[in-house]
């Protein structure tokens, strides 16, 4: 393989003399050819064998020394201006296939730098910065998705080495069972939102816009949790205007205003207060979820919307981080606004603003 390398470039440098050759010995030939002939005209010299035979030596000898020269300079303007920038771009592409995406390029200074190569070397920058986060998110989802499935599956062990305890009692065998059912229920949802998730952000999932009363689908979507505000004496605060009507996709929004909700209920205490709110603009829906709960820190609320992420770990079995990526991406995708308000110890608020055409 060196061999065929060295037999390759002799090839090339031949090929690249071979021009340079041809490329000086045409105006060189043609113009001592014009001179003698000037001379010989002005001068009265006479052109004999002997005297054409020096000058077609010394013109040989003219147009090998010029093509030496030149392709001596154009193969170190070469090694300047072409063979470091390709070698810096291959080399650093070698290290991105071994799996180093931290590699950069730095930009080409100086006299021959060209600026091509710069750009080139801007867009690989670029993919490399691209393929390194890409790679990051890559080891945390695997990371997480590993660690959510862990959990229900060990608690889903736990219950199902009980439930093969002798003698257990009708309550505790119903008990068990029903920490299997959650488990395996957890599991399906994560299931779930993860394939949502994917084909919303793989635009695999295309809005079919319709149009469709918001005031109604925000009710049948708050009536769902009735059981749970009646079972925890959670007060319920509706303000919604009548007979407003949003051109969206129904079945994603639907999507929405359940996750925002549920949050709502799982945060708040019992005997607390969740808000759902409906105003409107000239061109606008904005809808309000909020709830008298925990709250958050300016820390955990710059993250909520990431994949897999929990800031409050105390709730943790209740979820599996997705549903408010699924929100964030679903507002993306109709081309929306949310925004999130939180105070540690009072509440949250959600607010979401939608055209309505």
């Given at each position: 393989?060196?061999?065929?390398?060295?037999?390759?470039?002799?090839?090339?440098?031949?090929?690249?003399?071979?021009?340079?050759?041809?490329?000086?010995?045409?105006?060189?030939?043609?113009?001592?050819?014009?001179?003698?002939?000037?001379?010989?005209?002005?001068?009265?010299?006479?052109?004999?064998?002997?005297?054409?035979?020096?000058?077609?030596?010394?013109?040989?000898?003219?147009?090998?020394?010029?093509?030496?020269?030149?392709?001596?300079?154009?193969?170190?303007?070469?090694?300047?201006?072409?063979?470091?920038?390709?070698?810096?771009?291959?080399?650093?592409?070698?290290?991105?296939?071994?799996?180093?995406?931290?590699?950069?390029?730095?930009?080409?200074?100086?006299?021959?730098?060209?600026?091509?190569?710069?750009?080139?070397?801007?867009?690989?920058?670029?993919?490399?910065?691209?393929?390194?986060?890409?790679?990051?998110?890559?080891?945390?989802?695997?990371?997480?998705?590993?660690?959510?499935?862990?959990?229900?599956?060990?608690?889903?062990?736990?219950?199902?080495?009980?439930?093969?305890?002798?003698?257990?009692?009708?309550?505790?065998?119903?008990?068990?069972?029903?920490?299997?059912?959650?488990?395996?229920?957890?599991?399906?949802?994560?299931?779930?939102?993860?394939?949502?998730?994917?084909?919303?952000?793989?635009?695999?999932?295309?809005?079919?816009?319709?149009?469709?009363?918001?005031?109604?689908?925000?009710?049948?979507?708050?009536?769902?949790?009735?059981?749970?505000?009646?079972r925890r004496n959670i007060e319920i605060d509706?303000?919604?205007?009548?007979?407003?009507?949003?051109?969206?996709?129904?079945?994603?929004?639907?999507?929405?205003?359940?996750?925002?909700?549920?949050?709502?209920?799982?945060?708040?205490?019992?005997?607390?207060?969740?808000?759902?709110?409906?105003?409107?603009?000239?061109?606008?829906?904005?809808?309000?979820?909020?709830?008298?709960?925990?709250?958050?820190?300016?820390?955990?609320?710059?993250?909520?919307?990431?994949?897999?992420?929990?800031?409050?770990?105390?709730?943790?079995?209740?979820?599996?981080?997705?549903?408010?990526?699924?929100?964030?991406?679903?507002?993306?995708?109709?081309?929306?606004?949310?925004r999130v308000e939180s105070v540690p110890g009072?509440?949250?608020?959600?607010?979401?603003?939608?055209?309505?055409?």
């Amino acid at each position: 393989m060196k061999h065929e390398k060295r037999i390759h470039k002799c090839l090339k440098a031949i090929s690249r003399y071979t021009v340079f050759f041809l490329v000086v010995a045409f105006p060189i030939t043609c113009c001592l050819i014009l001179f003698i002939r000037i001379m010989s005209d002005n001068m009265g010299l006479l052109l004999n064998t002997e005297n054409l035979n020096v000058a077609a030596k010394l013109t040989f000898v003219n147009v090998i020394v010029l093509s030496v020269l030149f392709a001596v300079i154009d193969m170190l303007r070469r090694k300047v201006t072409v063979d470091r920038p390709v070698r810096r771009i291959t080399e650093a592409a070698e290290q991105m296939t071994q799996g180093d995406f931290s590699v950069r390029i730095k930009p080409m200074k100086g006299v021959g730098a060209n600026d091509k190569f710069n750009e080139i070397i801007h867009c690989f920058n670029q993919m490399a910065t691209e393929l390194s986060g890409v790679e990051t998110l890559r080891t945390d989802f695997v990371a997480n998705v590993s660690h959510e499935m862990k959990t229900p599956l060990a608690v889903m062990q736990n219950f199902g080495t009980l439930l093969q305890t002798p003698g257990l009692s009708d309550e505790k065998r119903m008990e068990y069972a029903k920490g299997v059912t959650d488990g395996a229920r957890r599991m399906a949802n994560m299931m779930t939102n993860m394939l949502k998730l994917n084909r919303l952000e793989n635009q695999q999932i295309y809005p079919k816009t319709a149009e469709y009363d918001l005031s109604e689908q925000l009710c049948e979507c708050l009536l769902q949790f009735e059981d749970v505000w009646e079972r925890r004496n959670i007060e319920i605060d509706t303000e919604l205007e009548d007979g407003v009507t949003v051109t969206a996709d129904q079945e994603l929004l639907t999507l929405v205003w359940n996750n925002l909700l549920s949050n709502a209920f799982k945060f708040t205490d019992d005997g607390g207060t969740v808000s759902l709110k409906l105003n409107t603009t000239e061109h606008h829906a904005i809808v309000t979820v909020a709830d008298t709960g925990c709250g958050m820190s300016p820390e955990v609320g710059a993250h909520i919307f990431d994949k897999f992420y929990q800031g409050d770990t105390s709730h943790a079995t209740e979820g599996n981080g997705l549903g408010l990526a699924l929100v964030k991406r679903v507002i993306d995708i109709m081309q929306g606004e949310i925004r999130v308000e939180s105070v540690p110890g009072v509440g949250t608020t959600f607010t979401v603003k939608i055209r309505r055409e």
